[in-house]
């Protein structure tokens, strides 16, 4: 048995952590690949640093494509060899004319909610435009929205099951750039990689506009490391590469931000 009261202490997604645990200890006792509904980053990221510290079993996380935002874990004792084709997906392909009526993502969402669906069977939604967009569910809901699914705002649409290799899938535009700080709080490097006045970065980080590692962070002078991962609301990504120490015991840091 794991030790859930240790395991649960000071964790923020308590309800969520909690059916992990419990679906750890089935795939314990059970011997069996165990997989949860798709979790939001926040989750996943507080599951794998937990589970990190556990040797009675293993987790991989998965939503079907690498930049994938929403995942399911699968999660298996160590003598299993656990990986992404455990973890069972399915997409859809929402196919209509949308030159006249837009959709954006929460249009989608709406209508796959609107059909019954709630949104831990649903992962990422990526949207095409005026084409339509694709999901990725859980398997168990794809007949039942490529027969429910037939409208999005005002506009008709027919809804499809296709491959996971059929995803249109593109890869976001990067921006890399140095700078030089005197410290690596994260209000600091944040407004260098943003583009953003420290004042503006700070005002974001206290409102709770800024993640660090999809983890909430609201003090300006957090410390950030190598291979962090900031993300600050509609700003998009920044990752934190490599740091050097300059000859005035400055810090050189590499950024590469994902828009």
């Not at 589970?51 to 929403?70: C, N």
Request: proline share 4%.
């Amino acid at each position: 048995m794991l030790p859930r009261e240790k395991l649960l202490k000071g964790i923020k997604n308590r309800e969520a952590i909690t059916r992990i645990v419990d679906q750890a200890e089935i795939a314990l006792k059970t011997w069996e690949v165990v997989v949860s509904d798709f979790l939001c980053p926040p989750v996943i990221a507080e599951v794998q640093g937990l589970f990190k510290k556990l040797t009675e079993v293993e987790i991989v996380a998965w939503g079907g494509y690498p930049q994938a935002e929403r995942q399911r874990v699968g999660i298996a004792r160590p003598e299993i060899s656990l990986n992404t084709s455990d973890i069972p997906l399915a997409a859809l392909c929402v196919a209509g004319n949308f030159l006249f009526d837009p959709a954006n993502h929460r249009d989608f969402l709406g209508a796959i909610s609107g059909a019954g669906i709630v949104r831990e069977k649903v992962g990422d939604i990526i949207v095409l435009g005026e084409r339509g967009a694709q999901l990725i569910v859980a398997p168990e809901m794809a007949k039942f929205l490529e027969i429910s699914l037939v409208q999005v705002r005002s506009v008709p649409v027919t809804t499809e099951l296709i491959t996971l290799s059929e995803l249109k899938i593109h890869s976001p535009k990067t921006k890399t750039m140095t700078t030089v700080e005197a410290s690596m709080r994260l209000d600091a490097i944040a407004s260098a990689g943003f583009g953003m006045s420290r004042n503006k970065m700070a005002n974001a980080i206290n409102s709770g506009d800024v993640r660090v590692n999809w983890k909430d962070i609201t003090q300006a002078s957090h410390t950030v490391e190598s291979g962090d991962l900031i993300t600050v609301r509609g700003k998009g990504r920044l990752e934190v590469g490599e740091v050097a120490i300059t000859r005035k015991q400055r810090y050189r840091i590499q950024l590469t931000r994902f828009q």
